[in-house]
């Protein structure tokens, strides 16, 4: 479960390293807490320097500190439970950024994600995870 004002690593080749959250979407029940799965809105805090020759290609993704963007959680430190009984937990809390119409900015991701993944309706994310857990 990530809460509003959480930081997540970003694991794909967008350009950002880290990110805050600050809104969960379509979750009235849960408060503003988020877990694996849910889309989430959040803000660049850091982010990997564009080279001066990337600038004048437009094909490349420019992710800049700042940037508002949506993104996806794909791992959470709150353990969570799956239906035999197994509890799964990450180091660390971690997303991959998405454009207005859901799909990833990235082309690569480094870094497991979770399978609940696969039943929330991401599996393009899942096919492009080196691991799944």
């Known amino acids: 479960m990530i809460s509003l004002k ?48 990337a600038l004048a290609s437009s094909t490349i993704v420019k992710v800049r500190r700042g940037d508002v963007r949506r993104a996806v959680i794909v791992r959470t430190k709150k353990p969570m439970r799956r239906p035999d009984g197994r509890m799964v937990r990450f180091d660390d809390n971690a997303a991959v950024l998405l454009n207005n119409k859901r799909e990833m900015l990235g082309t690569r991701i480094s870094g497991p994600v979770s399978a609940e993944l696969r039943l929330k309706g991401w599996g393009k994310v899942v096919s492009l995870a080196p691991k799944v857990l």
């Open 6 to 53: 959480g930081t997540l690593n970003v694991i794909d080749n967008s350009g950002a390293l880290l990110v805050e959250c600050v809104n969960v979407l379509k979750h009235k029940v849960n408060h503003g807490w988020g877990g694996v799965g849910d889309e989430i809105v959040c803000v660049v805090k850091r982010a990997r320097p564009i080279p001066a020759a």
